[in-house]
């Protein structure tokens, strides 16, 4: 019975920033690599930023359209996955989904989204120009 549930979207300026959180429970949070994705309609959905961790080593991953902009992290404690995204454009407007992989894969999968076993519901972001 994993789940995941996302929060913190919403409507912001260009240039503003939105921390979104993904609530995770039913399963051992830490053993997970765990991704966001986004997607718009009528389009594929693709990978924004994947966190996995190995040996006690975290590494991320992040799109080029958001490299140096969004920041992936984790609170194993709250069990809770975080994307924080600054200098927000408005071609980042898109439903954003939190998914989790419950074993290590490399790293040219993690942006992927059919390696993942389990999916939040979303939640949107828009960015107004």
């Known amino acids: 019975q994993v789940q995941l549930v996302e929060s913190g979207g919403g409507s912001v300026q260009a240039g503003g920033s939105l921390r979104l959180s993904c609530a995770a429970s039913?399963?051992?949070?830490?053993?997970?690599?765990m991704g966001w994705f986004r997607q718009v309609p009528g389009k594929e959905r693709e990978g924004v930023a994947a966190?996995?961790?190995?040996?006690?080593?975290?590494?991320?991953s992040y799109s080029d359209s958001v490299q140096g902009r969004f920041t992936i992290s984790r609170d194993n404690a709250k069990n809770t996955l975080y994307l924080q995204m600054n200098s927000l454009k408005p071609e980042d407007t898109a439903m954003y989904y939190c998914?989790?992989?419950?074993?290590?894969?490399?790293?040219?999968?993690?942006?992927?989204?059919?390696?993942?076993?389990?999916w939040g519901q979303g939640t949107q972001v828009t960015v107004s120009s």
């Open positions: 998914a989790a992989k419950p074993s290590w894969i490399p790293g040219a999968q993690r942006l992927q989204p059919q390696p993942y076993n389990y």
């Open positions: 039913g399963y051992t949070f830490s053993r997970y690599g």
């Open positions: 966190l996995y961790v190995s040996s006690g080593l975290s590494t991320t």
